[in-house]
């Protein structure tokens, strides 16, 4: 998939919607390392991203590596978080999870850039006071 745009072409919201609605439904690999759960802690004004275990199987599936069982993807999953990340801003977030080298919780590049999107949706939401849900 090729979704390549003149950078002189102005397009408009919807255009840069639809683009980003086709480019959600692409395949991509798994972390190995895990999966976050981004929320916000509104009465400490916290964008807080929880780490998750996983194993993923010889499909791509991200398995729970105690049961061995697939992690639904809606629904309520009760699991206890491996680590915890607390942040003010999308980026003291990024630099407390990305650059720290004892915070090894990142296999994939596109995780990561996944990853900083969301917590700068999740700031923009912590201080304009719109709900945030994780994409």
Known sequence: ???IQDSMTP???EAAQRIDTKLSNRFIELDKKGYFLIYLDRDQGL???DLYSNTIDDQGIACDPETGEPLPCV?????RSVLQFQGR???ALCVEIFEK???DVISRLEHAAYLGREFVRAEICLYSGDEY???
Do not use: L, Y
Request: net charge positive.
């Open 1 to 3: 998939m090729t979704i």
């Open 133 to 135: 849900v994780q994409d």
């Open 101 to 103: 080298p004892e915070n």
């Open 75 to 79: 629904g309520k999953v009760i699991r």
């Open 89 to 91: 801003t999308a980026k």
């Open 47 to 49: 964008i807080c991203a």
């Open 11 to 13: 397009i408009s919201f």
